[in-house]
């Protein structure tokens, strides 16, 4: 699925993603395949990721960065 990251808190590593859906994904840095993109990672910023229902709600896993180049780095 496809989505845009709504919010991110660097300092805990976790945010949320809107997905083509509509529905909020709740995001950790440790959920993205390239451990080095938690550093791009920034409001605004389009990702791909594989959606998943939880007990506490939705979650976004194996999730991957698309084009950042336009993007702004916190």
């Not at 995001?27 to 993205?32: E, K, V």
């Not at 999730?63 to 916190?74: G, K, N, P």
């Amino acid at each position: 699925m496809k989505g845009i990251i709504k919010s991110y808190l660097p300092e805990k590593k976790y945010g949320f993603i809107l997905g083509d859906d509509s529905k909020d994904y709740f995001f950790h840095g440790s959920c993205f395949c390239d451990s080095k993109s938690i550093l791009d990672i920034v409001d605004g910023a389009f990702v791909t990721f594989e959606p998943k229902a939880t007990p506490k709600g939705y979650r976004a896993v194996n999730c991957v960065l698309d084009d950042i180049s336009e993007c702004t780095r916190y």
